[in-house]
Structures are given as structure tokens and as C-alpha cells.
């Protein structure tokens, strides 16, 4: 929706008459419709379309614009409507077939569906002219002169101007765009290559990521987070996680294709699939927002090699073309730009909604669409889409199951090497932008698997590059010793595995992805960097000892905490996490409602005292040095945030 640009309205005069005949039949047939979407047992607000007296004649609010911006003359569709109702919130506009208008010939009627975020749509009748004939103005084009001439307006009912009771003025275009890139990934699909006759009734929906597949995300036990937010950004170091096939590349391909990339499947939803693609009265798709470039090299292989025959692969399929170059001048020296071409969709979202309306128009004998996916907000957002599509009678049923969302075992070495690629990719592409004056050109995307030797040091950055990885402090910690680290596994280690054995099959399940890995490392005063001076308990390097006090009884989330004391005379607890998966060492500081259980000093088997140091913890970041910069043996070990190599740390919301 955006606001209208200034276009040629059709003088009064050139509104339509409408008598009382007409009134009565538009009414009838809104009601109709209204009834027959009621009958299904869904629901729709009618508005109605303002009407006016002009002298003897009663005008209907109604009529065709006519937008000369183009080329090729188009029809823009003024709607005003009685209704108050702030109309830039509709979000897509439904039209029914035309039907003749009997009265009075070249005029057709259709209603429309205006689907706002509410749960109830919106139903307005429009009628409309056939056979406009305009003026074309006379234009310039490229020194040629083109004379005026009267022509007939084209009018697809796609472009429209809705005006409520206060004047309040918006656009929506329906965008051909979005139909034609579907129909043709549609009628690329093996449900249409292969000759499929069948009219499915249910259309069975996968998300892909972390929820067919276990797929990889940069773990805050090893990254800083500001290197997690650029990492995954698009257009920072290169075209962004989700859009970097670097992000999937998990080994030699031919090795995972033997496998069948053993390890990063989620069993249980691909049987579920398995069972939907041997029905023949279901359809069966993985939908997923990666783009087709470059997945498309990869994904089908991935399923393929699973046995996942599926209908339909929706990788997102804009842009359709990429251009030869993967990187190009900003303007800005240190910045570039990876994804050099525009998108269709807005978001996943909007493309996933297109994507699931296509397909209904296609194959009109689904009416029953079931999805899977993995983020609660997403599956929020598809129940309400489905439920309006119930209402409009386009689907008898909707439903969608949520998938928790599992991550692939803990491998710190492939997130060190696929991130090291990452940056030293964008620093060359930097240095041949900056030192050698290229405004685009190509980097290598994928890793290069050598059979045999270590990947290389991250930390071991050349001394020429821009950006370099450095261990950067990140949170606020009291450092716990090796021994006492040692000492908590031994002690606390078979109440974990109890607890773990307890709970394996209900909310701790992993369904062969990633497990709690041992850490006990740091007590978390802060998950912030606190200036020196700020820090309770003293400064850094202040020795303290720990009182254990309590642990934690089955969390939500599989992992086992301890609440610690840090001053006798303070009644402020902390938590030192043992076990916990990586990728929730976020959520797991943030939980609520934990069941503590008090650690009696009568029992002798638990350790309740430790020892630490207060400290930062640190991750791996990224700084930005100057190209002249050479580093000392010193800046190799320095921790201090204050380190001189710093020009300017990325940030980014």
C-alpha cells in the first residue's frame, strides 16, 4: 500500500448514474455473496460504496482513473467506500470473477475481498465499465514526438484507489509480477513436468530450515554477538547467512551425498512427509524463504538424496536472474553491496502467502492446506492467513503444526571455518575495491574440503586485511578456575544424567540434533561488557570464592544451572549454567519459573564452594584495521576492548 501520486480523475460528470434498479441489484448481489460465505461458517464484514446526489442525478462513488505515467495508458479503479475504517491497512485484495452487469451493457460487477491483519476480511461491491474510451496525451520519447489519439483503456482490475468517509486516500497494486514468477516456478514443478491428473484435495506445506533440516546458525557460545547480527545481516560481509550457500555447505559434497547428509534431518517431520508424498489425494511441498539463487544447486540434491520426492521445491524464486558480478561499490570505501538484485516479495512472509494463494488458483480442488513450521510467530501469522482463506471459502480447512526448532550438533571447528571464509572473502573483495579501484567483481562461495590437514587459526588474520576476527569481550563473568570447572562436572554430572534420562522423551528430546554440552566455565553477572569501575564485587582480576546454593530441577529447556552467591552479605544470586545446548546459552539466563532445589550443607556428595577470578568472557569479533596497520606480537594477545587496532566495531539492530 502507498499513497497515490497525483493522477488525472474523470470529470463528475463521467461518474455513473445509478438508479434505484442498479442500487437494489449491487445490494442483492453483495448479499449473496455475504450469505455464501456465512453458509461455509466463515464470516466477512460488507461495506458498501458511497453514492452522492449531483443535482438530479445520484452518483455512484465509483469510477476509473486513468494513470498516463507509463507507456501503456492504465486503469486505476477509485473505490470510496462508507466506511471509516483506515484503508492503508489492507494488506491484499481479492477479486471474484466478473459478472455482466444486466441493466445496462459493458458494465461488470465483482466483489471485493479486502484482507486487512484483522481476522475478519472485508467484502465491497464494485461496478465498473468495459469499454472506456480515453485521450492519450501527446508525449516525447527519446526525441520522437507522439501525437494524441483516443484508445481503449485496458482495465485489469489491478490497480485501485480506495477513499474512506474521511477522504483518507491508498494504493494497492495486485502485482502481476508476483503471479507470473510463481506460475512459472509452478509449471516448472514435477506436479506439472511429470503430467500430473491428479485433483488433490490436501496441500501438505514444509518449511525447510529447522524444521525438515537441522540447519546451522552461529553459536553465542563462541561469536560475539555483534559478529552474530552482521554475519546474518544481508549485504554486510557478504549476501547474508540465509542467502550464503556457505551456510548449508557442511562437507565434500559428494561425501554428504552418499550419506544423505546423515545427521541434519529431523526424523520424525520427514517421516510426516514421507506420508504425506505416498497419498495421492495430498500435494506435498517444501516451501522455504532461501532463494533459488544459489540454493537451487544445492537444496534439490539435499532432498533428493533423502528420498523426499516432493510435488513442488519452493525456493523463494526472486530475483530470477543474478547478475555475473557477486559484489559492487556503495559509495561508501569500506562498504559494499553482495545482493545486487532487486527483490519481488517483500519478505518471506509475503512470499510464502502468495506462494500458498498461487497454488489454490491452479488446482482448485485443494481444501484442506496443512503446514509445518518451526517459528511461533510464523505459525501465528500462516493460522491467521489460513483461517481468513476458511472464511473466504477458498479452503474448507487450515491448520498449522509447529515444529520446535533444533539446531545440528555443536561443531565449533565448521562455524570457525565457514566465518574465517566469510571474512577473508569480503576482505579481498575490500582490498581490490579499495587498493585497486574495481567498482564490482566475483569472490568464491564455497569452501574448498581438503581431505586432510586442520583449518586454519581464525585468529590468525594477515596483517593486511581490513577486517580481522578478534576475541572480544562480551559479558561481565566471574572466570571459574580449571580445577573447579573440573571439580562441578564430577559432582553435579549424575544429576544431570538423571535428570536428562528423566525427560528425554517429553520436552528435552532432540531428535537427534543438538545436545547440552558441558561448559561450567562462568558465574554471568552481566550479559554486558561493565566498565571497570562498575563492576560490583570488585575489579578485574578480584579473586572470590562462590557459594553454590542451589540447582535447578527440569527447565523447559535441557540444561542444568546453578544459583550462586557472590558476597555473604548480598542476597543477589547468579547463575552459573553447566550443561545447556549452545544455541539457547541466551535463553537459558532469561528463563522464568525455574524449580530451584536447596543444596543442604549436610550433603557431602555436592561441591558448594568454588573459586573464580572476575573477568569478561570473550568471543570472536570482528574489527577493522587500516590497510597499513601491522600488528605486533603484543595486539596478539591483548584482550583489552580498548585495543588500538579499533577504528569502528559493527553494530547493526
Known sequence: MSA??????????????????????????????????????????PLKVSSYFFGALNLYNCGIITNFDNKRARAINRVELDTNCDLSKVQQIMVSPPIPYPHKANFNYVNLILVTSQPIPFLAPYLYQTNLKVTQPEREEQGRKYASKEINLKNDLRDYLLINKKGERSRFTIHEY??????????KSRFVQNGSKLQPKKLAIFDFDSTLFFSPLLSPTIWHPDLIKLATAESVYGPGWWRDIRSLDLGPIEELKKNAWKGYWNEKIVQEARDCIADPDTMTVVLTGRRYHPFHLLVPDMLESKGLQFDLIGLRPDPESVSDNQWEATGNKTQLSYNLTGSVFRSTMHFKLCFILNLLHNIPSINNVVMWDDRIHHVKRFREYLNKLRYLGAINSGSVVYVPGIRPKYNPEWEKRVISHIIETHNKALLEHVGEGKVNGKCEQRLEWKQSGKPEDPLDAASHHLLQLKSLPAQTVVALSSTSIDELKKSYGPIYENQLQENKNGEWSTYGGEEPVYFGNYVYISQSVMPKDMIPFGSLGTKLNITITDYSISPRLPCLLLRVQLDSN??????????????????????KDIKWRSIKTSDSSLITSV?????????LGVLETSLTHKRSHEDDNDNNSDNHLTKRRYSRD
Open 4 to 45: 497515490d501520486p497525483v493522477l488525472e480523475e474523470f470529470p463528475i460528470e463521467m461518474m455513473e448514474d445509478i438508479d434505484h434498479v442498479a442500487k437494489e441489484w449491487i445490494q442483492k448481489q453483495s448479499d449473496k455473496e455475504v450469505k455464501r460465505i456465512r453458509d461455509v461458517g466463515s464470516s466477512v464484514l
Open 611 to 619: 573459586h573464580g577470578v572476575i573477568d569478561y568472557a570473550y568471543r
Open 570 to 591: 548480598s542476597q543477589t544470586k547468579y547463575i552459573l549454567p553447566l550443561w545447556y545446548k549452545p544455541s539457547e546459552f541466551v535463553e537459558i539466563l532469561r528463563l
Open 178 to 187: 508476483h503471479d507470473g514468477v510463481l506460475q512459472r516456478q509452478f509449471k
